[in-house]
């Protein structure tokens, strides 16, 4: 086999395995932006839930 050949073998080859790396990054991508969500919901539950006690406080004071 010619060198112009096995070069362009061994890159194609390159390129499958990159687009698998990149796949395994994307799965990972997605489930990291899942779990952020659900802790930025949890946050938001948690915020809301302190407000709301500020709220009751504040109408036992007046």
Do not use: P, W, Y
């Amino acid at each position: 086999m010619g060198q112009l050949a096995q070069r362009l073998e061994s890159a194609g080859g390159g390129i499958a395995l990159q687009r698998m790396h990149d796949a395994a990054h994307t799965t990972n991508d997605v489930f990291i932006r899942g779990l952020r969500l659900d802790f930025e919901a949890r946050l938001v539950e948690r915020l809301q839930e302190l407000g709301r006690a500020f709220e009751e406080e504040r109408a036992k004071l007046c």
